[in-house]
């Protein structure tokens, strides 16, 4: 009896915690405490807007460019590869042209096997094809927190820069701020 009655508990806990689980629009997210939805799309928003108009108004050029690391210079979690990733998706659904070259290595070994004479012309991959960027986008998330009145009060500032690499000129900058404040009583008022 005590078996059963511990598997039922055991079951009951299992299905209320998948119970619990609803998925949403993440465009609709009312924010929180940490960073998250909110926060992400906001900032992706602004600077594909700017870096878009940039390029096309203002730089009047092909850009090619590399993405590079994006700092967290905050207390919390950022997940600083998502935001990267979801600007460069953006920008390349608007044929905005970008170097990934985490597979170089493997396309010269494909190259060089290609030389050989061991693989079928007509599919080997030529050499020389390879591009370079001119650019490298990079950036930086920075924060002032305080507490005041129960609140926590944060200032979160994103950095966003592209970089001319023959030159070494700063191109494009531009920035989101996001300012929240959150009960630090989580149960409300």
Request: proline share 3%; with cysteine.
């Amino acid at each position: 009896m005590k078996k059963v009655s511990l598997l039922i508990f055991a079951v009951s806990i299992i299905a209320t915690g998948c119970a619990g689980t609803q998925y949403r629009d993440a465009s609709k997210d009312k924010g929180s405490m940490d960073w998250g939805p909110r926060e992400i799309k906001t900032t992706v928003n602004k600077m594909v807007a700017s870096l878009y108009d940039y390029l096309k108004n203002g730089w009047g050029q092909a850009a090619l460019i590399k993405t590079q690391r994006i700092k967290n210079d905050t207390a919390e979690h950022i997940d600083t590869r998502m935001l990267a990733d979801e600007i460069v998706t953006q920008l390349i659904q608007m044929r905005i042209e970008f170097i990934d070259d985490s597979y170089t290595k493997e396309a010269i070994d494909e190259m060089a096997k290609g030389m050989t004479g061991l693989i079928d012309p007509d599919s080997a991959i030529p050499t020389g094809n390879l591009k370079s960027p001119n650019f490298f986008l990079f950036g930086n998330i920075s924060e002032n927190t305080r507490y005041v009145d129960g609140d926590k009060v944060q200032y979160l500032v994103v950095h966003m820069k592209m970089k001319e690499l023959k030159t070494g000129l700063i191109r494009w900058q531009d920035r989101q701020e996001i300012f929240k404040a959150t009960p630090t009583d989580r149960y409300g008022r």
